[in-house]
């Protein structure tokens, strides 16, 4: 079993700055893709970045120059810094992993239970 423990969420005014954390911990062989999405009230889950395990990253349009993600393999954790936020960033911040269990095994996808962040105007 894998589990995915977010944290670093808040209340921040607009212009403002958070650093989120994403723990991956469990049995595994390896993990693959991780990524960030995000879940607005009254709105569809949305990928906000992802990170191959090589370091290749992929953002979406409104967070491009303000969100970077990064991973630390050894710690099997990935982050989201957050800058310049804007209340449209409000939401409930989901980390997702690709997972690998054993190392011909297939990859399977875990999610955390997220961390709600709130950017005040």
């Known amino acids: 079993q894998v589990q995915l423990v977010e944290s670093g969420g808040g209340l921040v005014q607009a212009g403002g700055s958070l650093r989120l954390s994403c723990a991956a911990s469990g049995s595994f062989f390896s993990i693959h893709t991780m990524a960030w999405y995000r879940q607005a009230p009254g709105k569809r889950a949305e990928l906000v970045a992802d990170i191959s395990s090589g370091g290749s990253t992929n953002y979406t349009d409104s967070v491009k120059g303000r969100f970077t993600i990064s991973r630390d393999n050894a710690k099997n954790t990935v982050y989201l810094q957050m800058n310049s936020l804007k209340p449209e960033d409000t939401a409930v911040y989901y980390c997702?992993?690709?997972?690998?269990?054993?190392?011909?095994?297939?990859?399977?996808?875990?999610w955390g239970q997220g961390t709600e962040v709130t950017v005040s105007s």
């Open positions: 997702s992993a690709d997972v690998r269990a054993w190392v011909l095994g297939a990859l399977h996808n875990y």
